[in-house]
């Protein structure tokens, strides 16, 4: 035991490391550009590793680490990362409404997508990598840093499609309702010429409902996929209904469904050897130091609309820590031992990982969101850097009672 501990703790510690060093790097940088006007540049990076970078690692991941032969096996997996997300979504949105205080109370729906999306690959993969030649039941099994690799690459295609969709939305939406920034004086208006005057005097006519209508139709599904804000106020029926389709289609869920097609389909193999595949995988590899960088960037609060509206207490960000490595972890677990117990989930492998992604820390992902729909960008970053400390001993010590739980 005294072996996988040191292990463990190895594999954990470096994943941390690395985001915290990326992190400090991004924030340093980020001082340094914010007397120019760095935000905009940020916000510019995060769109284009949105728009290209990761959708390039998406197609290069997924179709090489999940085969349709394991994906017809891991259904349950599925099914239980769907009954996680929607858990993990109500007990951050339940506890954010009761622990926050009252001037943070706008942060729930950010405190909903912490809790409920958790890293599932970066951290657990390497380490079930360390544990799995120290346990006999896993080092037996056939192959099982491949198949340890599929689950948890199944897993992060789940929350991937999640945090891109509901996080994504939720942001977009946090983003179009803060206030303008405050302290910014309007300059005096021009006096007009008493003609001028008195013809601005005249009652308005009556907006027309067609061109308000035609107006919102106008925003490109380009620009909601980048953080536009198409009538989100308002709207009924279908037009509701194109708007919330424009904000989830964007380009990440794009390349999410092409890569789930890909694996469906019989050309998967050729894909994966294909010249095409070795270009997305070159390119894919600029996307988690990018990632990471931007989480040391938020922490810079550049200056974003709304200026102040948003930014997360102290206090508030270890709410988030407890909610998502306390809370989440030991409910999380009991679903997962409950899936044992029904006889859904039978390999012990499967359970591990499971239990490895309840008591990670929150997906790096969001940073990205918060630097493309330019909101939360200061809560993510603060959450995220507070969430990477707390989350080594947390682990260790939910990794020593899973093995207790799963050792036969």
Known sequence: MAGLHAAAAFAVITAVARTLLM?????????????????????????????????????????????????HELWPVVALLVVLSCMWFLIGAIGGWLLLARD????????????????SFAIPYPLMLAMIPRLDWLRDQEDPEAFCAAVLMLGLFVYLLQV??????????????APAPAGKEQPPATP??????????????APVADDASASCSETSASEVALGGQPCLDGGSGGAGCVRGLQEIINPLTVSLVLAFLVV?????????????????????????PLTLVQIGAGMARPPAAGEGFGDLRWRSALLVVFLRLVVANVTGSAVVAAFQSAGLIKDRL??????????????????V??????????????ALFA?????????????????VILTP
Request: aromatic share 10%.
């Open 23 to 71: 992190g400090v790097a991004g924030l340093v940088l980020a001082r340094y550009r914010a007397t120019a006007g760095g935000a905009a540049s940020w916000r510019d990076l995060a769109r284009v590793n949105a728009e290209f970078f990761m959708p390039c690692l998406v197609l290069a991941n997924f179709p090489k680490g999940i085969d349709i032969h394991v994906l």
């Open 350 to 367: 499967v359970a591990l990982c499971m239990y490895c992604i309840c008591c990670s820390p929150t997906a790096p992902n969001l940073s």
């Open 369 to 382: 969101v918060s630097g493309v729909q330019d909101a939360y960008v200061q809560p993510t970053a603060m």
């Open 264 to 288: 469906m389909s019989p050309l998967r193999g050729a894909f994966v050897t294909s010249p095409l595949f070795d270009a997305l995988d070159f390119v894919a590899e600029a996307a988690v």
């Open 192 to 205: 007009e010429p008493p003609e001028l005057e008195a013809q601005n005097t005249q009652p308005p006519a």
């Open 104 to 119: 943070q109370r706008h942060l729930v729906g950010f405190v909903a997508v912490s809790v409920a999306y958790p890293n």
């Open 387 to 403: 969430m990477s400390v707390a989350a080594v001993p947390v682990i260790l010590v939910s990794v020593t009672v899973y093995v």
């Open 164 to 177: 891109w969709t509901v996080g994504f939305t939720l942001y977009g939406r946090a983003a179009a309702q």
